[in-house]
């Protein structure tokens, strides 16, 4: 029997399976648990009760731990009949909800992969390949549901050696993010009408400060066309290293046992633009989102957008999307430090946790705005502010309008083609597994 299957995105999704998963019981891999230090969970959430409605921060729902675990003195190897191997390191902390970890080297050579997954194999994240490859970079990852997290790296004959993993911190989830939590004052999350536009395709989870905490950022076109992933955020929601940024997209209920998805992220960002006077800062995301998961770049709008009903998409408590309408049209202002569109309340959902960097979108769905700030709650309307994309557009323009049009406005789109233009050939570095083969072939384009 041969299977075919030729990946040639950037972009980490579930696709395949560990090797080992497919090894016959007698060649298992008997892998020791590192153990991770027990949450203390009364102690957090006694500190979020002081920030939690605080949309200046983001939503945050793990501890990270620093660690040093690498493929050199930690894990377990086994080297497989036909040269090649795989390293698998397991981590317990017994009372987390999930696990996610960065890595300081994430050295994977062609023909290579790195998958995560939990005990039970019913969550993972993978394959991260030579396309991933990080040097000198940090790289983050999605949570794995579960309080025992896997790492298994597979390492091809022809690369023995040239391969590096250093964890160097784990975050230990102690909020579930598979549901929106019931608090004081969010009773009015509304999830209706996202699927209604295309705006929603465009927005963003990105996961902060080692992981533990989430913002809500945009996929932005600029007048290239050409699917340069950029994204526009709030700056408070930029913590750490911009490389270890994890952007997840297209976070939605309905996988197995009633859970979040959290299957299709990009890991890395650098910063183009941080512009202070609307708190907003620009993003280029290190790779591109997949050709298949109808990703949307957003239009923007630099002018006053007019009458009509605005729209604020997020990721609140970092979970699923939920919108927030008004009919009346926000007023031009000043917030903190900030040059903002003034929300005072909403007709229809509100802001929450985690909502900060969420778009503000006018009536023909521009972006005009991004949160920043503000305390609106479902029962009290006392303001939300969003900072202004055209004060932010002297810093922006020179990404946003690469070919000098000067127009103060732009449409969103869908590409018709995988958002990176300098993808590779999905042709190229072609591995085999396992090799030599017997019954079953197995080709893999990594």
């Not at 609140?316 to 005072?344: C, L, N």
């Amino acid at each position: 029997m041969v299977c075919v299957a030729l990946l040639s995105a950037a972009q980490v999704s579930k696709e395949g399976a560990p090797v080992t998963w497919n090894l016959p019981p007698q060649q298992g891999i008997p892998v020791f648990k590192e153990p991770l230090t027990e949450l203390d969970i009364p102690a957090l959430m006694q500190e979020d009760n002081q920030t939690i409605g605080l949309k200046t921060q983001p939503y945050r729902f793990a501890s990270a731990q620093a660690v040093e675990f690498s493929t050199a003195h930690n894990g377990h190897w086994r080297n497989l009949a036909n040269g090649d191997r795989v390293w698998v390191l397991g981590m317990q902390c017994s009372n987390a909800l999930a696990l996610s970890v960065e890595f300081s080297h994430f050295n994977i050579p062609p023909g290579a992969t790195v998958y995560l997954y939990n005990e039970d194999r019913t969550d993972f994240a993978g394959p991260f390949t030579n396309r991933q490859s990080r040097i000198g970079a940090t790289t983050g990852t999605v949570p794995i549901k579960g309080n025992v997290l896997f790492i298994e790296y597979f390492e091809p004959f022809s690369q023995r050696g040239k391969g590096e993993l250093v964890v160097s911190s784990v975050s230990r989830s102690y909020r579930s993010v598979s549901i929106i939590p019931v608090l004081p004052g969010n009773d009015c999350v509304n999830t209706a009408g996202l699927t209604q536009n295309e705006w929603s395709d465009a927005v963003m989870m990105i996961l902060t400060d080692n992981g533990q905490r989430a913002v809500t950022g945009t996929l932005v076109n600029n007048t290239k066309y050409d699917g340069t992933p950029l994204v526009i955020s709030a700056l408070q929601g930029v913590i750490g290293d911009p490389s270890a940024l994890v952007f997840v997209h297209g976070v939605r209920g309905g996988c197995p046992g009633n859970q979040i998805c959290w299957d299709r992220f990009v890991s890395g960002a650098e910063v183009l633009h941080e512009h202070g006077n609307s708190g907003l800062v620009l993003l280029r995301m290190k790779d591109s989102p997949g050709a298949y998961w109808n990703t949307y770049v957003a239009g923007w709008n630099v002018n006053d957008p007019g009458l009509g009903w605005y729209t604020s998409i997020q990721h609140a408590y970092a979970s699923q999307q939920t919108v927030a309408r008004s009919f009346i049209e926000p007023a031009k202002g000043e917030w903190s430090v900030f040059r903002t569109w003034e929300r005072d309340q909403w007709n229809i959902g509100n802001t929450f946790s985690g909502s900060l960097g969420s778009p503000l979108f006018s009536a023909s769905g521009e972006m005009i705005g991004a949160l920043v700030g503000g305390l609106n709650t479902c029962t009290q309307s006392t303001g939300d502010h969003f900072g202004s994309f055209a004060s932010a557009w002297s810093g922006f323009k020179r990404f946003l309008d690469p070919v000098s049009t000067n127009d103060p406005m732009l449409a969103g789109v869908y590409p018709a083609f995988n958002l990176n233009p300098e993808a590779a050939s999905p042709y190229e570095d072609l591995s085999v597994f396992p090799n030599p083969a017997t019954n079953e072939l197995r080709i893999q384009n990594v």
